[in-house]
Structure formats: C-alpha cells, structure tokens
C-alpha cells in the first residue's frame, strides 16, 4: 500500500503568493534551526540522486532525501565518497527514507521485508543518514483499535531496534482526515496524542512523530499541541495547505496545496510552534498537487521553494 500514488487532483494556488525577497527569507533562516529538504517525489521532479543533489544547491534547498535504494543497487565506495563531500562542501544535509518494508499485512509479508531492513541501515549508516519515516492508516477492515496498536507497536518495534543498531530514528506519521477515520469498519490512530500513545507502546526511544500541518489541522490540534513537543520528539515535518471549499471534516487525502497557497491551514502557527521549541530537523513540501507534478522541474522546484518561502514570511 502506497499512500503517496494517490491520484492528486488540487490545483495550483501558488502564483498568487506574494514571494518574500531573499532578505526575508535569510531573516527567517536566523529565527529557525530547521531545514528546508528536496523530496523530489512529492513534488512530481523526476531525478535521482546526485541530480537532486544539484537541485538543492541550484534552488537553495538545505537537505535531501538519502536514496538508499539507488546508493545499494548502483553506487560504488568512491561515488558515495564523492557525493557526501559535495554535500558537505555545500552544507546539506539528509532528510528522511520511507520505511522499505511492508508491516500491514500479514505476517509472512512483514517478516519478508524484515529480512532486508538491516542491509538498508547499514547503507543508511554508511551514507550518515539517520532518519526513517512511516504513516499510520488511521482505520482497519478487521482488526479493532487495540489489535491494531498490538500489532503496530510489535513490528514497528521490531524495525526499530535494526534501526537502533545504526543510528536511526523513526518517525511514525498520523494521518488526521476524518474521512479516513472512518473508510474502515474499526478506527484506528488519526492524532498526535494517539500516535505518541502507540510510541509509548512500542516502548524503543529512536521513535517518534512525523508532523504534518496538514494532519495537525485536520486532527483540531493548535500550536499549543505543538509546543507541548520536545524537539527530539519530532523526525521530520511535512508543510502543506488544504483546499478551500472543504470543512476540517471533509478534507481527503491526496488532495491538497502548496504551502501558504489558501490560508485554510493556520500555517504560521504551525512554523511558530517549531521555531518556539527549537525543532532543527528537516521540513519538506508535500503538496499532492497535479498542476505542480505537470510542471517542468525547475518551475515545480522554483514554485515549491518560493511557496515555502513565503510561509515563512507571513
């Protein structure tokens, strides 16, 4: 299951923005310690790794994702040498992988990907990349709540301690909409304070959230939820806006804005909280936006930043 092949269908609403010059831009980068990341995916650029690497530097992003798969399948000692020097020299840093393994289906499914989790951090660990991230589907056809967090809090468990080993955090991310809440015959995890009960559970101190503003809205929580948080209790967020013509109750997934775009999500105090508590991991853009994926890359990359730029700004 993939909730990222999700057909998008929102449209565009940046070219509205008003963008901040470079001066209020840099003015932001004092008051924060987080980092803007590239996620080429989320904003449909097609590239791999080392050309994302350039499209950070091209475009001003300050991380980007790590590419463990690529950096398995096809890169040698001295390639991977080379790209983390580049980066270094350019002050970037890693953002996050998504979990390459499947933990929601059956058991023979689970143990299967399990096989080959410690292979990839240890690619992770080579690379000096130490996040990972997952989501939490917020309603189940046949497990109740409590079988559900049984299950989750055991394999996620599981994948936690491999990734211990190697120094990396997971971050689990809540998936607020009401309207997947209730897809399913039995509800399951859909807010911060429950996924932070499922984190308990899993019981390993490498875990934490995955915040997403568009989650965070969608769930009715406020900057006070946010500032409740220890930094540390966050692995990596995603920034966002919500369509207008829809309540907090009838937003979907897959369908969504670039950041700023409509004013619908309270994006300032959503920034604010994680300045507030000094949050200094990465920040990606994940708009599900179709006019953004039909883009050429460089428009779509111009058109992410500047529109994460001006959330910075208001």
Not at 8 to 27: E, H, R, Y
Not at 237 to 263: H, S
Not at 293 to 305: I, T
């Amino acid at each position: 299951m993939d909730r990222r092949k999700f057909i998008i269908s929102s449209a565009l609403a940046s070219t509205a923005l008003a963008i901040p010059t470079p001066f209020v831009f840099a003015d932001s980068r004092a008051k924060r310690a987080f980092k803007i990341s590239l996620n080429p995916g989320m904003i449909g650029v097609q590239s791999n790794f080392a050309q994302t690497l350039d499209y950070a530097i091209s475009f001003g992003y300050e991380a980007i994702s790590p590419f463990t798969q690529e950096v398995m399948d096809h890169y040698s000692e001295q390639q991977l040498h080379d790209v983390t020097e580049k980066m270094q020299e350019n002050k970037i840093s890693y953002c996050s992988n998504t979990i390459p393994l499947e933990f929601r289906q059956d058991d023979a499914k689970f143990k299967e990907g399990f096989q080959g989790l410690k292979k990839f951090c240890k690619t992770m660990e080579k690379q000096g990349a130490t996040r990972m991230n997952t989501w939490i589907i917020s309603s189940h056809s046949e497990l109740t709540y409590n079988e559900n967090m049984r299950q989750h809090a055991y394999r996620l468990g599981e994948c936690a301690k491999v990734m211990q080993d190697h120094g990396i955090r997971l971050g689990l991310e809540y998936l607020g909409m009401r309207t997947m809440l209730i897809g399913n015959r039995y509800p399951f995890i859909s807010s911060m304070k429950e996924a932070k009960e499922l984190i308990g559970e899993i019981g390993q101190d490498n875990v934490g959230l995955v915040l997403d503003s568009f989650h965070w809205y969608c769930a009715n929580e406020s900057i006070e939820d946010i500032q409740a948080l220890h930094p540390n209790e966050i692995i990596v967020v995603d920034l966002n806006d919500a369509r207008e013509g829809f309540t907090r109750q009838t937003q979907v997934d897959g369908k969504r804005e670039l950041p700023a775009a409509t004013g619908v999500i309270p994006v300032h105090d959503f920034l604010k909280g994680l300045i507030d508590i000094g949050y200094d991991g990465p920040l990606r853009s994940e708009p599900f936006n179709q006019v953004l994926n039909d883009m050429e890359n460089e428009a779509a990359l111009k058109a992410n930043m500047d529109a994460v730029q001006a959330a910075l700004a208001l």
